[in-house]
């Protein structure tokens, strides 16, 4: 089993887009598993945006669920938290991370991925990108690092 964030598609706006003559429709980040046959499990989902239920069936891929836009089936940030170890817990809610990074945390500890990490925070500055991660180095161990990357632009 793999897990991986990936964006998708909704069908609605963020304000500031609604009164350009093509407006952007609104991505948001999902964290799905991938099985061993390369397959993404399907899962529900509500956009951070508009509410709306998707069911995402691939990486990037997702359909509107129709007439819904509410479910107890939807994985909340309160689901996953009873099954984190408090430090993790604590340093997911101080950097305010959504819902996809509690699933995140809760896959590699589950499925024991040591030596993994998953970005807190990353901003742009000038010609680099600098961010914090959070790295699962064993069973009840984890560290805080920062990382600087060049930002290639072509």
């Not at 129709?66 to 997911?92: C, H, N, W, Y």
């Not at 914090?132 to 072509?154: H, R, S, T």
Request: hydrophobic share 35%.
């Amino acid at each position: 089993m793999e897990g991986i964030k990936h964006t998708v598609e909704c069908h609605c706006t963020l304000p500031q887009y609604k009164s350009i003559p093509n407006p952007v429709y609104h991505k948001f980040v999902v964290f799905s598993t991938i099985d061993k046959g390369d397959t993404v499990i399907p899962k529900y989902v509500q956009c951070n945006n508009c509410d709306v239920i998707h069911r995402v069936f691939d990486v990037c891929k997702s359909e509107i669920v129709a007439g819904r836009d509410e479910s107890k089936a939807i994985m909340k940030k309160e689901d996953i938290t009873p099954f984190l170890p408090t430090q993790v817990v604590e340093v997911l809610e101080s950097y305010s991370v959504e819902t996809p990074s509690y699933e995140e945390a809760k896959f590699i500890m589950e499925y024991e991925k040591w030596g993994k990490f998953m970005i807190l925070s990353k901003e742009i500055f000038e010609e680099e990108i600098i961010g914090k991660k959070l790295i699962f180095e064993a069973k009840n161990k984890f560290k805080i690092q920062d990382f600087v990357q060049k930002l290639y632009v072509k």
